[in-house]
């Protein structure tokens, strides 16, 4: 379609700023950002929607124009809804570049221009290309009876002979074709998420090409229609959860017309991805209030009335109350001020789904809250079962992470960290307040171990040599020097090894005979050096807390 086109739709709210000589420019695609560089997500012959909160003062301007202008952008539209008038400086910028600039009245939404620009574009396609567009089209718009995102591959199968599936961050199967061949297996979807994790980050522009098992695959990002282009002025503030659609062939020599056609398939599937989320809303806000009502300590009986309202929207048709465990979860960027809390909590509805079931239905079962930088899951057991082994069914640290560790390692790259701290199970309202606080605890034992990905759950809390992280450094090293200093400086004066005798008596469990023959010492040495550790720390190494006074002061050393 031609610029001149959307300026004549009075619908569309649209005032031209400046290129008037080059309205007869074809618009292939739009793209909504408020990115200060946008270049990765642009492929040329885009409209560009801009809210502008990318300009901070005039000087951001020109190279914003600049990055949009290399890389073949058709147009730029500027919303007046942050602003008000459209600054005079981006004006000029546009014009040294001859880049038309339009005004959006801020009575319209981005969203109607997208869609009427993915209309009218899709309508242009030649023969079979409008045929499909529009099927596909008429097949999202057309509510659940439609099928949703299944049936939009199922058509790309049958019309264009391309087989693809809708995948996860995580790698998991959120849709396929139902029609034709194999199914992707599990290892595949994995590996094809990290590829894109991994291109994302790298700010390659899609769609990336991947070779795995002798089979070439096109990616191609399924980005929020609601929140990430518009709101996103980070990268990573989104590529944790946007899903993507994976295609068995190779999209290096493709036609334009045929790329564009892939990216509108794409835009729907947003719609769906969006549909979705938005029915994320209702178990968001369970979980919030319940979480809010723990946290400022209210009455159990307040707290089990909100639990048995949770109980049936997240496990319909359930007699008795359930069992709960709590999840929590962080992100962390290094150097960056990304708010962690969204981040994790679109992470953790996705972790806690089975990796091995298709489809987004079974995330209607996990409520998750997120406060700050943190995300707090509600998980619903409907009996809680003791294993042959003698340990708890239920939600396990180290299962969680089992197949998305390597997608999401891609994904957070060398700059993220995600930990996971995982409760034991609880069936009252009383013990709720215990499980979020085990939760976090174990998230911060997690957090002390070296990855980017790690978990800890409730099992892994029963030793002290845990809690040795979390004292404070000035703590730690004032405590090991009132008693280990004395007797490194003895060593030092007399190389009498004081210190090895000392951890050597405490392995041995304080066996003179054991610890004697371990250092090939006669029995009476060794207590003349026990005698000397005692008399220069004040000691007594008979006594069960000196012994652990000991221990811990030689393990935070």
Request: proline share 5%; charged share 25%; aromatic share 4%.
């Amino acid at each position: 379609m031609r610029l001149r086109a959307l300026l004549d739709t009075d619908a569309l709210g649209l005032k031209l700023l400046g290129g008037e000589d080059e309205l007869d420019r074809t618009v292939r695609g739009v793209m909504t950002t408020d990115l200060r560089d946008p270049s990765r997500y642009l492929s040329g012959g885009e409209l560009v929607l801009t809210g502008l909160a990318w300009r901070r003062d005039a000087a951001d301007s020109e190279p914003f124009v600049r990055i949009l202008v290399q890389e073949g952008v058709t147009a730029l539209a500027a919303g007046e809804a942050e602003l008000g008038d459209v600054p005079d400086d981006l004006v000029a910028a546009c014009a040294r570049h001859r880049l038309p600039l339009f005004a959006v009245h801020e009575s319209v939404a981005f969203a109607t221009i997208t869609e009427h620009v993915v209309r009218q574009v899709s309508g242009e396609r030649a023969g079979d290309l409008a045929a499909v567009v529009d099927r596909h089209r008429r097949m999202m718009t057309s509510g659940p009876a439609g099928g949703g995102p299944d049936v939009v591959l199922d058509l790309l199968g049958s019309d264009l002979d391309l087989r693809a599936w809708v995948l996860s961050p995580t790698g998991r199967l959120i849709a396929g074709p139902k029609t034709s061949g194999p199914a992707l297996p599990a290892e595949a979807c994995g590996r094809l998420a990290a590829e894109h994790l991994t291109a994302t980050r790298a700010g390659r522009r899609a769609p990336h090409r991947v070779l795995l098992g002798g089979t070439t695959y096109s990616l191609f990002p399924v980005r929020s229609t609601g929140r990430s282009p518009q709101t996103a002025r980070d990268a990573r503030e989104t590529v944790l959860s946007d899903w993507l659609l994976a295609v068995e062939a190779d999209a290096g020599d493709w036609a334009e017309e045929r790329l564009d056609l892939l990216y509108g398939v794409t835009q729907l599937i947003a719609v769906e991805r969006d549909r979705r989320e938005a029915a994320r809303t209702v178990r968001r806000r369970l979980a919030q209030e319940v979480l809010e009502l723990v946290q400022t300590g209210a009455a159990p009986a307040e707290i089990a009335a909100r639990l048995r309202v949770a109980a049936p929207v997240l496990l319909p048709g359930l007699g008795a109350a359930p069992h709960w465990q709590v999840v929590v979860a962080h992100v962390d960027w290094d150097g960056a001020e990304i708010e962690g809390g969204p981040v994790a909590q679109a992470l953790l509805e996705e972790i806690l789904v089975d990796p091995l079931s298709a489809g987004p239905e079974p995330s209607d079962r996990i409520a998750v809250a997120h406060t700050g930088d943190e995300a707090i899951a509600l998980v619903p057991l409907p009996a809680v079962s003791t294993e042959h082994d003698g340990s708890e069914s239920g939600v396990l640290a180290d299962a969680l992470l089992e197949s998305v560790r390597d997608p999401l390692t891609a994904g957070l790259n060398d700059d993220g960290r995600l930990t996971l701290g995982v409760s034991a199970a609880v069936h009252s309202a009383e013990g709720l307040r215990g499980a979020l606080e085990e939760a976090r605890h174990a998230r911060r034992v997690a957090a002390a171990r070296p990855g980017r990905v790690c978990a800890a759950g409730h099992q892994e809390l029963a030793s002290h040599v845990l809690l040795l992280p979390f004292v404070p450094d000035d703590v730690r090293r004032a405590f090991t020097a009132r008693l280990l200093d004395p007797l490194r400086d003895y060593d030092r004066r007399h190389r009498a090894e004081l210190i090895p005798t000392l951890e050597a008596f405490l392995d041995c469990d304080g066996s003179w005979t054991r610890c004697a023959t371990r250092l090939h010492l006669h029995v009476n040495t060794l207590r003349y050096r026990v005698g000397r550790i005692e008399q220069l720390t004040s000691r007594d190494l008979s006594r069960l807390e000196d012994k652990l006074d000991f221990f811990l002061a030689l393990r935070m050393s």
